[in-house]
């Protein structure tokens, strides 16, 4: 069964505005990751927040994680075309990442 | 650094025939995990080798089968195939393997049709 569970499913929004997309998971983790995927081709990772991290920052992304709440949310700010795609989070847990169905994310230029 | 590839990218195939899929990590990781992409499960793990040890396995049936070689190339394969194999098949590696606080870096997919 999928482990991490993205909401919401689908994002349009105009470009330089924000995109928030959340993640929640059932089982204790090790880590949680962000992925990035274009169109059909492989995954990019984006970024990693370990269990006893709350807040991590790349660039313009933003990750939160709530253990207690089993949550994790991942903020794109100042969208740019080029950030359309499908966002995944993934949960390494049990020695194994468990995916979830991914966000699509489309950027209006 | 040369990133993950993966031969064939495209393969087309017909039920109860069998495919071999091969990846070839960066260099200097040990670890090689493999996925199933279908719009309707998502990404789905199928295992993970590490130092040519499987290390862990997902739920699937025993006509997925892979090995990992000492240079760490990786193949993984499909017997008997089904229609429903169709997919694009990822695979992902890293230093240290799942479960180590590091990333995975992707290949860009064997896209498997079954006829």
């Known amino acids: ?109 | 650094k040369a990133g993950v590839t993966q031969t064939p990218r495209y393969l087309i195939k017909t039920r109860g025939q069998q495919v071999t899929l091969s990846c070839s990590p960066i260099s200097g990781h040990r670890s090689v995990s493999w996925y199933q992409q279908t719009p309707g499960q998502g990404l789905q793990f199928l295992f993970e080798y590490f130092s040519e040890t499987q290390r862990n396995k997902g739920n699937f049936p025993g006509r997925f089968s892979g090995r990992q070689f000492s240079n760490s190339r990786s193949e993984m394969n499909v017997s008997t195939l089904e229609l429903g194999d169709s997919a694009l098949y990822l695979c992902a590696s890293s230093r240290m393997g799942q479960g180590s606080d590091n990333e995975q870096f992707f290949g860009p997919g064997t896209r498997l049709t079954v006829l």
């Open chain 1, 1 to 109: 069964s999928q482990q991490g569970e993205e909401d919401p499913q689908a994002l349009s929004i105009q470009e330089g505005e924000n995109a928030t997309m959340n993640c929640s998971y059932k089982t204790s983790i090790n880590n949680l990751q962000w992925y990035r995927q274009n169109s059909g081709r492989g995954l990019v990772h984006l970024i990693l927040i370990r269990s006893n991290e709350r807040e991590k920052h790349s660039g313009r992304l933003r990750v939160t994680l709530d253990t207690s709440k089993k949550s994790s949310s991942l903020l794109i700010t100042a969208s740019r075309a080029a950030d359309t795609a499908s966002y995944f989070c993934a949960t390494d847990g049990n020695n194994r990442l468990a995916f979830g169905k991914g966000n699509q994310v489309v950027v209006i230029p």
